[in-house]
């Protein structure tokens, strides 16, 4: 699932079965998965994303 990048990256927690898989998500959509707890914030530099 890729989702255009506004606000950053997040990371799986493993809830979802997508342990420390990067995912580019809208600020909405990051927000409900952080809310959720299915995944942490992580900034694009530490995801290995360069932009």
Known sequence: ???K???GCVVGTGK???KG???EVSDTLG???LGMGKAEK???KKAGKSD
Do not use: F
């Open 1 to 3: 699932m890729k989702v």
């Open 5 to 7: 990048l506004l606000s």
């Open 21 to 23: 898989q990067v995912v």
């Open 16 to 18: 979802t079965g997508n």
């Open 42 to 44: 992580v900034s694009p």
């Open 31 to 33: 927000r409900q998965l």
